[in-house]
Nanobody, 121 residues
Framework: QRHVVESGGDSVQIGDSLRLSCAYSGNPFNNYCLAWFRQAPGKERERLAA???????YYSSSVKGRFAISRDNAKNTLNLLMNSLGAEETATYYC???????????????WGQGTQVTVSS
């Protein structure tokens, strides 16, 4: 049984940093991508960062230089360190798993329930 569970969402102030984690289990794929997305109310889901099983990392232009994705293979955990958060980044953040290395897509196979991040002054 496959599980993808996010944690770490919180209410923070503008300019703060926050670290999200995603525990994934039951991964059936030899080649795969793990990614972080976010979706704000009334907006489309946005891919933020992804990492494949070979360690190749992809960032969207909106977060490159501020966010850092990392993976702990021993613990089956995916992390996202977010720096210099802005109010416009208030959203539900999702972790997702895809069964190949085509990471730059929104079509992922398995999704978590999301964790809420609220950024305010």
């Amino acid at each position: 049984q496959r599980h993808v569970v996010e944690s770490g969402g919180d209410s923070v102030q503008i300019g703060d940093s926050l670290r999200l984690s995603c525990a994934y289990s039951g991964n059936p794929f030899n080649n795969y991508c793990l990614a972080w997305f976010r979706q704000a109310p009334g907006k489309e889901r946005e891919r933020l960062a992804a990492i494949d099983d070979d360690g190749e990392i992809y960032y969207s232009s909106s977060v490159k230089g501020r966010f850092a994705i990392s993976r702990d293979n021993a613990k089956n955990t995916l992390n996202l360190l977010m720096n210099s958060l802005g109010a416009e980044e208030t959203a539900t953040y999702y972790c997702a798993l895809r069964g190949d290395r085509l990471c730059i897509t929104k079509a992922y196979n398995y999704w978590g329930q999301g964790t809420q991040v609220t950024v305010s002054s």
